[in-house]
Antibody, heavy 121, light 107 residues
């Protein structure tokens, strides 16, 4: 049974970098039928897909167009986890951030527990 | 991006009722649709995938139907645990997109 455990700070200052980590148990970040995603949720934007990393003989990344230039999703094979970095944050990036596995199916399951990240000075 | 529109936004019902939530896609997504349940302070939980396939451990009172652009989630004999917010999500196209949610409230 796959489980995802998120970690990272809940408060980030404007213009700084938001960094979150998602530790995987029950599967491998290098699995060739998994895709490791970040999704956020806010009252104004609802559920918004941000980006993903996955391994298919080599590593790939996809990012939401709205995030491009600011986002990086990286695997860490040594710790079996993956991370989210979002640069130059503003208060509009305040949201609950979730990590989740899409696999090769397209729907998301399971999900991490969520991390409320507030962008404020 | 594919727009997903749910109706209604809020639904009031009683324990034992049968309720239906609708999700419409801005273009055809075949049956590549999932439904999730979310309770306050918790992550979304997968209920239905491929429009009508029940997720693991999901009670049989939940069912899904539809194809193309119109889909429904039906809950038979509502239980107290079912009062939550429900989301649809398409996975025929990238980026994956979600509906805005339907909040199911106790009448």
């Amino acid at each position: 049974q796959v489980q995802l455990q998120q970690s990272g700070p809940g408060l980030v200052k404007p213009s700084q970098t938001l960094s979150l980590t998602c530790a995987i148990s029950g599967d491998s970040v290098s699995s060739d039928n998994a895709a490791w995603n970040w999704i956020r949720q806010s009252p104004s934007r609802g559920l918004e897909w941000l980006g993903r990393t996955y391994y298919r003989s080599k590593w790939y990344n996809d990012y939401a167009v709205s995030m491009k230039g600011r986002i990086t999703v990286n695997p860490d094979t040594s710790k079996n986890q993956f991370s989210l970095q979002l640069n130059s944050v503003t208060p509009e990036d305040t949201a609950v951030y979730y990590c989740t596995n899409e696999g090769d199916r397209g729907y998301f399951h399971p999900w991490g527990q969520g991390t409320l990240v507030t962008v404020s000075s | 991006d594919i727009q997903m529109t749910q109706s209604p936004s809020t639904l009031s019902a009683s324990v034992g009722d049968r309720v239906t939530i609708t999700c419409r896609a801005s273009q055809s997504i075949s049956t590549w649709l999932a439904w999730y349940q979310q309770k306050p302070g918790k992550a979304p939980k997968l209920l239905i995938y491929k429009a009508s396939s029940l997720g693991s451990g999901v009670p049989s009172r939940f069912s899904g139907s539809g194809s193309g652009t119109e889909f429904t989630l039906t809950i038979n004999s509502l239980q107290p645990d079912d009062f939550a917010t429900y989301y649809c999500q398409q996975y025929n196209f990238s980026p994956r997109t979600f509906g805005q949610g339907t909040k199911l409230e106790i009448k």
